[in-house]
Each structure stands twice: as structure tokens, then as C-alpha cells.
């Protein structure tokens, strides 16, 4: 249990190291993560959802609530093509919760964008062909509400 903590912790100091120029400052902007932006995932505790409306190529509405600390993970993978993109558009609370919104390849690579601020637009890119599993994080203390539509 201590080692799982201690993972989770490392993977919060990491990500507040991580300078992704544009994230947080608008809530209007789009970024996409650059290559050395992202991390292996291991001993993290997991939630899986099922996708509701899954469909290859078109966009999909989650509504998620996700535990403290705790990264949530939909049960279908996608497939994505190289280069490839996935857009997050919506909101959750509280607020000013640090959530991370993203993919997590087969290898356990979470490829990901950060914010704080209570909204997400924000484009996720793969760098190569695979299926991908969409995945959010909670960073916070406190339970998270995630309204969001997933374009890919």
C-alpha cells in the first residue's frame, strides 16, 4: 500500500515539474502534448467505466465521478493510427482540482494534458498505431464529477 502511495506521489511531483506551454492559461486553448511529456504507468490504483456509445471515430459524452487519487480507466480500447489525435472538451468539480485527461497505450504509457481550473479542451496526440484505453486522473483529495465529450 505504501509502495502504491509513493508512486502516486512521484507521479504528482512529476507532473508539476512538467512545463506544457499553454495549459491552464486559457481555457479556450488547445494543446497538444509533446513526445517527452509522458509517463509509465504501474502501480496505480484503477477504476474502469464502460464507454456508453462507443463507436470507432466519432465523439462520445462520459459523465465520471472519480476517487481521490484515483485514475479511471474506460474498459474498451480504440484503435489510433499514428499521429493520431483524441480531444477533450468539458468541465468538472470542484473546480480547482488538478485532473489529468488522457490515453494509456498497451505498454502503460499515459499520454496526457494537465489542468487545474475546473475545464478541459484541450488535444491529446499518439505517436504511433495502437489501441489506446481512455483514462482520467484525479490528483486531488477529494472526489472529482467529469462532464466531458471525447472526439477522436
Known sequence: ???????????????????????????????????????????????TSDWDNYSARATNQLEWNISPSTMKRASTAFSLGANETVTFNGTY??????????????DGTFYHVNTGNGRIKTTVKVPKADKYYLAIRNNSGKTIKVTCTVSY
Open 93 to 106: 468539480t470542484p473546480s480547482g482540482s488538478s485532473v489529468d485527461f488522457g490515453l494509456i497505450s498497451p
Open 1 to 47: 500500500k505504501l509502495k502504491g502511495l509513493c508512486s502516486a506521489l512521484l507521479c504528482v511531483l512529476l507532473l508539476n515539474s512538467v512545463n506544457i506551454p499553454g495549459i491552464g492559461n486559457s481555457q479556450e486553448s488547445t494543446s497538444i502534448i509533446p513526445a517527452n511529456s509522458v509517463i509509465e504507468i504501474s502501480d496505480l490504483k484503477f477504476d
